[in-house]
């Protein structure tokens, strides 16, 4: 399997640290709002390379936080007056409904930086300890970037133009003496709370941890010192990442993340999504218009490092595209129900031998650095092949075949091609119909062999005033 690696830029074998086990981390939101369809798209991604991952074998321990004290957390918490703590747990859970919806598993552990406070002070005092960061006289803390000449290995800026950009700043520094800082490019893994601002106490001052230090805390505690896969969008390369690695590195002085792993950006009308320009969609938005499998497989079209374009014309082409793929199931259930041969015949045997291909296109497609777009082009393939070779005379066991290879390749990533419950809906309102019709015309007996129908499916009719209700039982 090759996973391209932001740290050498080219495709690489994978190989855990541990045989048969993926250590996983993944950055998560910060929760102060609904989720935007751009921070949709790392969960999508992620989720999709995690269910590969354990399809082809691997245990995978899948560690995402979420961030829930933040500058704008607050800033929303003051303007609700309410405490940061409410509005982190509300849009938690709203967060939660999301990814549910768009079928994106929940990780093994889901750490919240507020629960992860003393991890963060040692980790902040070891640092101290080894050199690598220094308390300020008003109680920040940074890390001391100079100690660490690995710094913009990930980026790959390195530490001189980084510090050339800073020239004046440092000259500052020098005249005034004012800035608490050694270096511009040293940044914050503690500062002193504000007003009105969560705090806790540390060995420097009351306050709270800067954000980065977050990740290489809770990917420790939960995954170890070692891991295989660090993923996030590419905004979080630099400085997030970067500086995580500088942490992380600089504390347990073992190598941090094997693999990193990077989404490009999804843009709405090829313009970078942002809500003061009008273009900005939430997750919930786009759920009030379609079923959210459809997100998902919306962006798992494209390749996970393409820049991705969202717009209302390309939804409806992939709406059409997934119903095909649906359509092709639901026939395959159809025939299954009606086929009068339970075994497959030996050209239906030759048949099915051949379409194990498309499994193999498939698996060599997510192989290659978790190609969705071809894999998803291999499940095109086997929905035509099975619209050819399947019909009113096939086999039971010829239609399961496929019926079960498709949904083994859809299932990996995270699209259902189960009976929609809409149209589950739709069929139980054509039998109430029927039912009343059949009332209609005095044919009791068969107004009652549809009620027995419905029920034996959990349906309960109950007839009111208004007309026949159903709920399921
Ligand atoms: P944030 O809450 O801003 O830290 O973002 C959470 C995750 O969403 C991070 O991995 C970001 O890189 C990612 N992200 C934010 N905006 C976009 C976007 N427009 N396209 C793709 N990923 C995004
Ligand atoms: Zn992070």
């Not at 530490?159 to 800073?166: I, K, R, T």
């Not at 997030?240 to 843009?267: C, D, P, T």
Request: charged share 30%; hydrophobic share 40%; net charge negative.
């Amino acid at each position: 399997m090759k996973i391209y690696n932001t740290l050498s830029r080219t495709k690489e074998e994978f190989r855990p640290v541990e045989d048969g086990k993926v250590r996983m981390y993944v950055c998560g939101p910060t929760v102060y709002n609904l989720i935007h369809i751009g921070n949709a798209r790392p969960m999508i991604v992620f989720d999709t390379v995690r269910r590969y991952l354990e399809y082809a074998g691997y245990e995978v321990n899948y560690v995402s936080n979420f961030t829930d004290v933040d500058d704008k957390i607050i800033k929303k918490a003051m303007e609700e007056g309410v405490s940061a703590q409410e509005v982190a747990e509300r849009y938690i859970e709203e967060c939660k409904k999301d990814m549910k919806a768009m079928n994106v598993r929940p990780a093994t552990t889901h750490p919240l930086a507020t629960q992860e406070i003393q991890g963060m002070i040692d980790m902040i005092s070891v640092l101290i300890e080894k050199g690598h960061a220094y308390a300020a006289k008003d109680g920040t803390v940074y890390f001391r970037t100079s100690s660490f000449p690995q710094y913009g290995m990930l980026s790959h800026k390195n530490l001189e133009d980084l510090e050339s950009g800073h020239r004046k700043e440092k000259e500052a520094i020098k005249v005034t003496g004012e800035e608490t800082k050694e270096d511009p490019l040293d940044f914050v893994l503690w500062k002193p709370k504000k007003d009105g601002e969560p705090y806790w106490e540390s060995p420097w001052c009351d306050g709270r941890p800067g954000w980065h230090i977050e990740c290489s805390v809770m990917s420790k505690r939960y995954l170890g010192d070692e891991i295989d896969i660090h993923a996030g969008g590419e905004d979080l390369i630099f400085p997030h990442h970067e500086n995580e690695i500088a942490q992380s590195e600089a504390a347990n002085g073992v190598k941090f993340a094997r693999y990193w792993m990077h989404n490009a950006f999804l843009n709405i009308d090829h313009k970078k999504m942002s809500k003061s320009a009008g273009n900005f969609f939430t997750v919930r938005e786009i759920g009030e218009k379609y079923d959210l499998q459809l997100l998902r497989f919306f962006m798992l079209q494209a390749h996970y490092r393409s820049p991705l374009n969202f717009s209302a014309e390309l939804m409806e082409a992939a709406k059409n595209s997934l119903e095909r793929i649906r359509t092709a199931a639901d026939h395959l259930r159809f025939l299954e129900a009606h086929a009068a041969a339970e075994a497959m015949t030996p050209q239906e045997e030759a048949a099915a031998k051949e379409a194990q291909a498309f499994r193999e296109q498939f698996k060599e497609a997510m192989e290659d650095d978790f190609n969705t777009a071809d894999a998803i082009a291999a499940v095109f393939e086997l929905v035509r092949d099975s619209n050819q070779k399947t019909n009113e005379g096939s086999s039971r066991a010829f239609l399961r075949f496929y019926l079960e290879l498709l949904e083994e390749l859809t299932g990996v990533l995270g699209l259902s091609v189960a009976p929609q419950e809409q149209e589950l809906d739709e069929k139980i309102e054509e039998m109430i119909r029927e039912r009343q019709e059949a009332r209609k015309n005095k044919d009791f007996a068969k107004a009652d062999e549809i009620r027995a129908a419905l029920l034996a499916q959990g349906i309960v009719l109950e007839d009111t005033r208004e007309g026949v209700k159903w709920k399921r039982a």
